[in-house]
Nanobody, 120 residues
């Protein structure tokens, strides 16, 4: 089994910064693309950013220039540095990873989510 555990969420003032982390553990052969998604109240889950095992990144237009995704392959960990936070960034943030968990298959795994909230 594989687990993704997120940390780093919390309450922050608009304009502030937060850094999210997501560590994968368990039966891992290799990790391919990792990413962050978010879901605001009453809205569908949306893609925030992704990073491949080689370090190529993509971002949604809403966070481009403010958020930075990175990963430490030795630690099986992906990060999301969030700067210049806006009220509309308030959401539950989920980590996602495509992981080869045996010699014959790969699966997509999700973390439990971490809340990011802007204070007024």
């Amino acid at each position: 089994q594989v687990q993704l555990v997120e940390s780093g969420g919390g309450l922050v003032q608009a304009g502030g910064s937060l850094r999210l982390s997501c560590a994968a553990s368990g039966s891992i052969v290799s990790i391919y693309t990792m990413g962050w998604y978010r879901q605001a109240p009453g809205k569908q889950r949306e893609l925030v950013a992704t990073i491949t095992s080689g370090g190529s990144t993509t971002y949604s237009d809403s966070v481009k220039g403010r958020f930075t995704i990175s990963r430490d392959n030795a630690k099986n960990t992906v990060y999301l540095q969030m700067n210049s936070l806006k009220p509309e960034d308030t959401a539950v943030y989920y980590c996602n990873a495509l992981i080869r968990d045996s010699w014959y298959r790969s699966n997509t795994y999700w973390g439990q989510g971490t809340q990011v909230t802007m204070s007024s």
